[in-house]
């Protein structure tokens, strides 16, 4: 989170601005924190239940997915 928070004060954005895509327990305070909180489709149930949109796994492209739907479209 405090590489998060640097970041935001040294591009000057929000933190809902902020995109963030995760997997696992540790992923779970920034996502819920980050405007865009994506969990990958292998990550467990606890840590989808915190994002906003939850991708396909690591082993179907669910990383080129979701930057594919929130940042290049």
């Keep these: 989170m405090l590489g ?4 935001e004060t ?3 954005i929000r933190p809902e ?3 963030v895509i995760g997997d696992n327990f540790n992923d779970m305070a920034m996502i819920e924190y980050a405007g865009t909180g994506i969990a990958m489709g292998n990550a467990p149930q606890q840590v ?3 994002s906003g949109f939850v991708t ?5 492209e669910g990383m080129k997915l979701a930057l ?3 940042v290049l479209s």
């Excluded at 998060?4 to 970041?7: E, F, Q």
């Excluded at 396909?56 to 179907?60: A, D, E, L």
């Design 4 to 7: 998060i928070k640097a970041l």
């Design 10 to 12: 040294y591009f000057a």
């Design 17 to 19: 601005e902020v995109l």
């Design 48 to 50: 989808k239940g915190v």
């Design 56 to 60: 396909k796994s690591n082993n179907q």
């Design 68 to 70: 594919e739907t929130f």
